[in-house]
């Protein structure tokens, strides 16, 4: 049976909303920059003195932002690009594969009556956001 990858994208999106599944986007180069140049900023308002304070300001600002901002994992499956949800889809179909399903509600219900297999789609999802988009996992409780 070829994948049907609509119908295991709404599984897994279906999985994640259930879990709130959230997902650190981590953007350390942005904060670096940031860091960067409110210290050159404090050091051309304030000479040596501003140089400290802008950078331990622009330090701080820099660590919170490359700390990462939480996403909702539904939001970014559906921006996914066509070729990474088909790796997605893959992962997670070769889970599935030996379900008979007519059908997404069907699927769903299956999916979610078997918690090992749940907990199976759960580890590749995880699994996808690292290696695919550098991401961590998190879950919203």
């Known amino acids: 049976m070829p994948v ?20 650190a986007m981590k953007s350390s180069a942005k904060g670096a920059l940031w860091a960067g140049a409110i210290a050159f900023a404090g050091g051309m308002v304030g000479g040596p003195l501003g140089i400290a304070v802008g950078g331990s300001v622009g330090g701080m600002l820099g660590a919170w932002m490359a700390s990462g901002q939480l996403k909702p994992v539904p939001q ?3 921006e996914l690009p066509p ?3 088909l790796m997605l889809s893959n992962d997670v179909h070769n889970i599935i594969r030996n379900l008979d399903w007519t059908d997404v509600a069907q699927l769903i219900s299956l999916v979610m009556g078997n918690v090992a ?3 199976q789609i ?4 995880n699994s996808f956001f ?10 919203h409780v």
Do not use: F, G, P
């Open 117 to 119: 297999l749940k907990n």
């Open 122 to 125: 759960l580890t590749a999802i």
């Open 76 to 78: 970014i499956l559906m």
């Open 130 to 139: 690292m290696r695919q988009l550098n991401a961590e996992v998190r879950y």
């Open 4 to 23: 049907d990858i609509d119908a295991v994208m709404q599984l897994v999106r279906h999985i994640s909303e259930v879990e709130k599944m959230q997902v």
């Open 83 to 85: 070729n990474q949800q």
